[in-house]
């Protein structure tokens, strides 16, 4: 199975809502991403999980909550969201830390903050 | 921070036509890697070179690496209408965190039938 899913496939909130992405592998990745990409632009990285552990945050606002229950699992908690926080969300995964591993991608969760 | 920019910024070609992107990045690497995304969907992986190599080849692509310039080039050969995408090429600065890649703007590609 070399397949990173993503619920849900689109999200409308509103400023005030709470929810959560998910993120899921079960490729015996160790290593999990986060990223956020805007129309027309690079993905930008936010989060990366190592063995289960935060190993970078790139100085994302507090609004976004990662979360990595197990070596499996990625969630990523939203709250108080802005309008400017809408994008295309994209988890991915990849094996450890090693120089030049492949990084597998999902297919992205559609974020509309109303 | 945007490391890689890539050139042109969008390219359109009839099928059977080869396609060149380049990727210009401004710091030592590890290594570079080239990603496909189709149309709002995620990426995938299609090739890396090392720092230490200079070219690669990979089926129909053909990636090219010059740490002098600091440049990489991308070459798809007899190109498809399903090659239709856009092309990002990502670096793995050296000395820094193994886990991160740093994106070019990325080339769009249409591949006319």
């Known amino acids: 199975d070399t397949e990173v899913t993503q619920t849900p496939k689109h999200l409308v909130m509103g400023m005030t809502n709470k929810k959560s992405l998910k993120c899921e592998q079960h490729m015996g990745h160790r290593a999990m991403y986060w990223y956020k990409q805007k129309a027309k632009k690079p993905p930008e990285l936010m989060f990366v999980y190592s063995y289960e552990k935060l190993s970078i945050n790139e100085s994302v606002p507090s609004r976004f909550s990662p979360e990595c229950p197990n070596s499996s699992l990625l969630n990523l908690h939203l709250h108080a969201l802005q309008p400017e926080d809408s994008a295309l969300y994209l988890c991915a995964s990849s094996q450890a830390d090693r120089e030049g591993d492949e990084q597998f991608f999902g297919p992205g969760t559609r974020l509309t903050v109303l | ?113």
């Open chain 2, 1 to 113: 921070s945007q490391q890689g920019e890539e050139d042109p910024q969008a390219l359109s070609i009839q099928e059977g036509e080869n396609a060149t992107m380049n990727c210009s990045y401004k710091t030592s690497i590890n290594n570079l890697q080239w990603y496909r995304q189709n149309s709002g969907r995620g990426l995938v992986h299609l090739i890396l070179i090392r720092s230490n190599e200079r070219e690669k080849h990979s089926g129909r692509l053909r990636v090219t690496l010059d740490t002098s310039k600091k440049s990489s080039s991308l070459l798809i050969t007899a190109s498809r209408a399903a090659d239709t995408a856009s092309y990002f090429c990502a670096t793995e600065d050296s000395g820094g965190s193994n886990y991160k890649l740093t994106f070019g703007k990325g080339t769009l590609l249409t591949v006319n039938p």
